[in-house]
């Protein structure tokens, strides 16, 4: 790693912010410095592009304009306000954060990233961008961008997979943030990681800061940063029973806790839960299926192949490869069965997961 010179900084930090003043990015959460709507965005923000975030905030700030509203809200309307955007546990952890800041904060902000912190799902970058943004505190934001662009700049060569590594970064990045722009300072760099300085194509040769950009000058940019990599996410074979009875669907409602919990879905089956060989056909699935909602939900049903291609969807630790099964409900007594029969034109009520909008982009092409 290379260490910059007090006249180094300064200068970095003119061309970097001049740069940001003609070119940074107009976003609806940059309008003005509220910390409520810098929380929303950065929660947003997390593992999701600018541009698929944009109409989901505006969105969320008509429905839930406030700390109380997202507070208040009924968690139905929470779970359909994130439709698409996945990581459901985030918008659960947001609403415990509005109650807390509510209950504990009188509805009030903490002012410092340190306090910030305490908030239920804040992390450090999060509470780093709030504090320097909204309350001009002069502190780093560390996240994938911020990662990639002092790792390059620097060829600082620590693994950022290790949760150490954060803490050196965030030492660096503390000499070089200016006092009187924080926030500017922080966007500028979101918006450098996001543009000239990419992960897997950067155009650092008309970069504002290349003169800066030591593994670019040395030719080696696509060193940095340095990241071990994660375990492949384990596969999971799964049936989807597209089930209907009076020309309804039945719908299931996922448990609580869980991956994509509270989310409604049709009836997911997974492979292993099934009673089948090891060189089974698809004519023992469709008895195991049957078998299965009679034994579980004591419901009589006729499956039967789609023919479709199976759908995939990969989460974090896991890749789910998802076989499509029609089904006839003979007789419809929910009265064991987690979920209800909806029409087809109550179905975009329900708040659903992105593999269910897979599942019926397959079953009906759009």
Not at 18 to 27: I, N, P, Q, S
Not at 28 to 37: G, I, K, S
Not at 91 to 106: E, H, T
């Amino acid at each position: 790693m290379i260490e910059w010179s007090p006249a180094t900084i300064k200068a970095f930090q003119a061309t970097l912010l001049t740069w940001f003043d003609r070119e940074g990015r107009d976003l609806p959460w940059r309008h003005d410095h509220e910390p409520y709507h810098i929380w929303v965005s950065e929660i947003m923000l997390q593992q999701t592009q600018v541009q698929t975030v944009i109409p989901y905030y505006e969105r969320f700030m008509t429905w839930f304009p406030t700390v109380t509203a997202l507070a208040q809200a009924p968690e139905s309307q929470l779970l359909k306000a994130w439709e698409g955007l996945g990581y459901y546990s985030r918008v659960r952890n947001m609403q415990r954060c509005a109650r807390q800041l509510l209950a504990d904060y009188g509805g009030q902000w903490p002012r410092t990233a340190t306090e910030l912190t305490e908030l239920i799902g804040i992390g450090p970058y999060t509470a780093g961008a709030i504090a320097s943004i909204a309350f001009n505190e002069p502190v780093p934001a560390v996240d994938g961008n911020a990662f990639r662009v002092f790792s390059r700049l620097l060829e600082i060569d620590a693994d950022i997979a290790k949760p150490q590594t954060r803490q050196l970064f965030e030492k660096v990045i503390a000499r070089i943030i200016p006092k009187d722009r924080p926030g500017d300072f922080n966007q500028a760099i979101m918006d450098l990681g996001s543009s000239y300085m990419t992960a897997r194509n950067p155009d650092s040769a008309h970069s504002p800061v290349k003169d800066f950009n030591q593994a670019y000058l040395d030719g080696k940019e696509l060193d940095y940063p340095v990241k071990t990599k994660k375990p492949r996410p384990v596969p999971v074979d799964y049936v989807a029973v597209l089930a209907q009875a009076d020309r309804q669907w039945l719908m299931t409602q996922r448990p609580s806790n869980g991956m994509l919990a509270n989310l409604w879905t049709v009836p997911l089956l997974k492979v292993a839960d099934l009673d089948l060989t090891e060189n089974y056909l698809p004519a023992d699935l469709e008895l195991a299926i049957q078998t299965y909602f009679q034994q579980e939900y004591q419901l009589t049903v006729t499956s039967f192949d789609l023919g479709l291609k199976p759908v995939k969807h990969t989460f974090t630790h896991q890749k789910w490869t998802i076989q499509l099964f029609g089904a006839k409900v003979e007789q419809a007594d929910l009265a064991y069965f987690p979920g209800k029969l909806v029409s087809a034109d109550r179905l975009a009520a329900l708040p659903m997961p992105k593999v269910q909008e897979k599942i019926w982009n397959r079953y009906q092409p759009k």
